[in-house]
């Protein structure tokens, strides 16, 4: 097979089959070829992911514990106040993380609330972080509304192939999420999005989410591959194990059809070895969520996850379009506006 550096966007299920089904070792060293045409070898995107409203979702995505048809005991969180998140976006970015995501258990903003979220994308901006959400559906005004107040990304997964997508969702249809995806890429907002592996589909939708992925023009940005984290109470806890062997080949043909993509490592971090990771490195993913949690789930210490950077000669790849002088003025102004009121208190659900 003839692999290029280059994106393509008319790759076939049976070109990306043809990929899962090379040797492993063949397929990781064209993957690491494609990474070290298009990035640092030895660099990785590092981010940072708070839920600033948990749980409750009226969504039924048979693995999310924060959904509101299964029994995890979750509590029910308001919406964050602004100035808390921009507490937390601040600690992030002394931790050394670039990007600041946010995420929201909705099936889409309400009005009441998505002003206070527009005010944390304003701060979080200002701190000279790269800024990400993931709110849910969004219509075309509340994707223009995002996109004036400086949001970078939109995270909204696809999770699965369009094929095994309703065994695992039905209050929201595969059409509506590309529905989402085409309003905020209509307004220059970057995209991450990504699926879920280890659902119990069959390698088959693998290759058909990989595809759907790499059928977007441009692809996705940020692509985060997650390993299923199970949650006693939802429907997929005694989901068979994927093996891990099957997620690296998965990274792997990710970076290799879309090959400038960001590839994120992301949820399922906390129940890989060391070794699992650096071949996820090795195979092309260059991004990681970092901290205790993401949104609800365990994931990897910061500490531990420089330790294994520094085993490995891998270092946080950094922003180079904000000054230090900026960020320190930006906090300075965070800490004067904690003592104005209009967006300082908590929005209730």
């Known amino acids: 097979m003839n692999i290029s550096t280059q994106p393509r966007y008319d790759w076939t299920s049976q070109e990306v089959q043809a990929l899962f089904d090379m040797p492993f070792m063949d397929l990781l060293f064209h993957a690491q070829t494609v990474h070290r045409a298009n990035f640092a070898p030895n660099e990785v995107q590092?981010?940072?992911?708070?839920?600033?409203?948990?749980?409750?979702?009226?969504?039924?995505?048979?693995?999310?514990?924060?959904?509101?048809?299964?029994?995890?005991?979750?509590?029910?969180?308001?919406?964050?106040?602004?100035?808390?998140?921009?507490?937390?976006?601040?600690?992030?970015?002394?931790?050394?993380?670039?990007?600041?995501?946010?995420g929201a258990a909705w099936k889409h903003p309400s009005e009441k609330d998505f002003p206070y979220v527009l005010e944390m994308i304003k701060g979080v901006k200002?701190?000279?972080?790269?800024?990400?959400?993931?709110?849910?559906?969004?219509?075309?005004?509340?994707?223009?509304?995002?996109?004036?107040?400086?949001?970078?990304?939109?995270?909204?997964n696809l999770d699965t192939s369009p094929e095994f997508y309703d065994s695992i969702i039905t209050t929201r249809s595969y059409q509506e999420r590309l529905d989402t995806l085409s309003n905020v890429r209509d307004t220059?907002?970057?995209?991450?999005?990504?699926?879920?592996?280890?659902?119990?589909?069959?390698?088959?939708?693998?290759?058909g989410l990989l595809r759907q992925l790499a059928l977007m023009t441009p692809h996705p940005e940020s692509v985060p591959i997650n390993m299923l984290v199970k949650v006693e109470g939802t429907p997929l806890e005694n989901v068979d194990d994927l093996d891990e062997f099957e997620f690296i080949r998965t990274i792997a043909v990710a970076r290799i059809i879309m090959p400038t993509s960001h590839v994120r490592l992301s949820a399922g971090r906390q129940g890989m070895s060391e070794q699992t990771q650096a071949l996820c490195f090795m195979a092309g993913a260059n991004s990681i969520f970092y901290g205790e949690k993401l949104l609800t789930t365990g994931n990897p210490e910061a500490d531990k996850d420089r330790m294994l950077f520094e085993k490995l000669g891998i270092q946080p790849e950094r922003r180079h379009d904000v000054s230090d002088e900026a960020v320190t003025e930006a906090i300075a102004a965070q800490a004067k506006a904690q003592n104005e009121a209009k967006f300082f208190y908590d929005a209730t659900v």
Do not use: W
């Open 46 to 102: 590092v981010s940072t992911l708070l839920s600033i409203k948990t749980g409750a979702c009226p969504e039924d995505c048979k693995y999310c514990p924060q959904s509101g048809h299964y029994n995890t005991e979750l509590e029910k969180e308001k919406l964050m106040e602004v100035q808390k998140v921009l507490e937390e976006a601040t600690l992030a970015k002394k931790e050394g993380a670039t990007r600041f995501c946010m």
């Open 126 to 156: 200002q701190l000279g972080l790269e800024s990400c959400v993931t709110l849910g559906t969004l219509n075309k005004a509340q994707a223009k509304q995002l996109a004036d107040v400086g949001l970078d990304y939109y995270n909204h």
């Open 188 to 207: 220059g907002v970057k995209l991450c999005c990504g699926g879920i592996m280890g659902l119990g589909e069959e390698q088959k939708d693998r290759v």
